[in-house]
């Protein structure tokens, strides 16, 4: 009984894990375990495995209690690697270093227990010597070129994703001199990008004009609230009056688009559902012959 | 069966509701979020007029149904037109949805085509600073849904829009 009821809860939850899956709601994978949902049904089927676990020892069913072992030890290496896992993406300009905390990075997913990498290095080059999808990051004074395939960081893995131009935007009054003057990090070969600054009210719009000189002619809007302040072209250094203020494009230098990732207990949990698969095959296999 | 029928329910009370109703919307499109979606971008432009109505009283920006990012965002604007000695005053003329889109269960973007009417007044005197003036924009809202409510995240302008036109009251 206790068994039938443990299996119902584990198709249960495999069978609406199908269903949002293939609906679009969640994505396969570590996204399924965010939902409160799962985690509790999985509390529900651990209960339910160790009933199970102890009913087995009880009746001295040797199939049982292999089968209620293979699926605990399923279950706890998923828990201990979607805890400590780590999957982040970040933007490291030339020269800058990398840094564990929260805010290096841009996107990403962090298990409940796992640190945020911390590894050290600095991103020196971007693409050296024109070759596309490459740069190099300084260790401990040791250069190390890496691609697009994972490489080893310490106890996490690092690749490279991709090159893009960050644009220095200078904003300036007459009144209060410079009020801003960063480096945004936003990918303009992939359009139009929108942006603001914390200590400005202001959006800013800005893309790259196709038919410039050479690669220096930008198109951007600057806006307020509703309305458009500015929009038109701007070549590199020009200074447009906004609002008596005056905003430029001063400069723009290249940074990589990096991933970095932790995966503990992986390797643990593929054998854990490889064994999980043969004790099942054998039980049902055992059970046929019977 | 039992534990089939059971799992919809504890995603209820788990406050995973938002999936079961993703799913019955993509099963029957007439029960999806459409006009909770319309409801949201309509009352934070309400509250956004509001805001600057009210010479930038900024008491009621908690209500404002956006994240705290885009909230802050909204506090910066109105606080700065204030310091300058001036406020500004929108007026909604109209708001008219082109799509509403739910891009998964806590996730929704939506077009609107706007026409607003706006002026700067004094800050002190509130007299009016020059005439009423008229601007329009294509938006796009990205909304995504935190603790059962739709909440406006990021609001750009559409490009091919007819914006910034001067068209007059």
Redesign the interface.
């Known amino acids: 009984m206790i068994a039938m009821a443990t299996l119902g809860l584990a198709l249960s939850l495999l069978f609406w894990s199908l269903v949002l899956v293939v609906a679009g709601a969640v994505k396969p994978g570590w996204q399924m375990l965010d939902l409160t949902v799962v985690r509790f049904w999985g509390l529900l089927l651990a209960g339910g495995i160790v009933a199970s676990l102890v009913t087995a020892l009880l009746q001295r069913s040797r199939t049982q209690l292999c089968l209620c072992l293979a699926a605990l030890i399923l279950l706890l290496t998923t828990t201990y690697a979607y805890l400590f896992h780590f999957d982040g993406a970040l933007s490291l300009a030339e020269g800058e270093s990398y840094e564990p905390f929260p805010t290096s990075f841009s996107s990403g997913h962090k298990g409940a227990l796992a640190p945020f990498p911390q590894a050290s290095f600095t991103l020196t080059r971007v693409e050296p010597d024109g070759k596309k999808g490459r740069a190099v990051i300084v260790q401990k004074g040791v250069g190390t070129e890496i691609d697009t395939i994972w490489r080893s960081l310490g106890s996490s893995e690092i690749r490279f994703k991709g090159a893009a131009l960050a644009p220095l935007i200078v904003v300036s009054s007459k009144e209060k001199g410079e009020l801003e003057r960063s480096y945004v990090k936003v990918d303009l070969s992939q359009g139009e990008q929108v942006f603001e600054f914390d200590t400005l009210p202001y959006q800013f719009l800005l893309r790259r004009e196709p038919k410039g000189d050479g690669n220096d002619l930008f198109h951007l809007e600057v806006r307020r609230g509703k309305l458009s302040l500015f929009d038109g072209s701007a070549t590199l250094g020009q200074k447009v009056a906004v609002q008596g203020m005056e905003v430029s494009i001063d400069d723009h230098r290249k940074f990589a688009l990096l991933e970095i990732r932790t995966r503990r207990g992986l390797v643990a949990l593929q054998a854990a559902a490889v064994l999980f698969a043969v004790v099942a095959v054998l039980a049902v296999v055992r059970r046929k012959a019977i | 069966?039992?534990?089939?029928a059971?799992?919809?329910l504890?995603?209820v009370?788990?406050?995973?509701a938002a999936?079961l109703r993703?799913?019955l919307a993509?099963a029957v499109p007439s029960l999806g979020e459409s006009d909770r979606i319309k409801v949201a971008v309509t009352e934070f432009n309400n509250r956004?007029m509001d805001i600057?109505a009210s010479q930038g009283d900024k008491r009621g920006i908690g209500a404002v149904p956006a994240t705290v990012a885009m909230r802050?965002?909204l506090v910066?604007?109105a606080?700065?037109?204030w310091i300058g000695g001036q406020v500004?005053v929108?007026d909604i003329a109209s708001l008219d949805f082109r799509s509403v889109k739910q891009d998964?269960?806590l996730s929704a973007t939506v077009l609107v085509k706007?026409e607003?009417n706006?002026q700067y007044k004094d800050g002190k005197t509130y007299k009016e600073v020059g005439q009423v003036h008229g601007?329009g924009?294509l938006m796009r809202y990205r909304l995504v849904q935190q603790g059962g409510k739709w909440l406006v995240q990021?609001c750009?302008?559409v490009?091919g829009s007819d914006?910034?036109v001067k068209k007059g009251a």
């Open positions: 069966m039992i534990p089939l059971l799992f919809p504890a995603s009370a788990c406050g995973d999936y993703y799913l993509r956004f600057y802050h965002s910066t604007d606080g700065s037109l500004l929108y998964g269960p706007e607003w706006y601007t924009a990021a750009e302008p490009r914006k910034g």
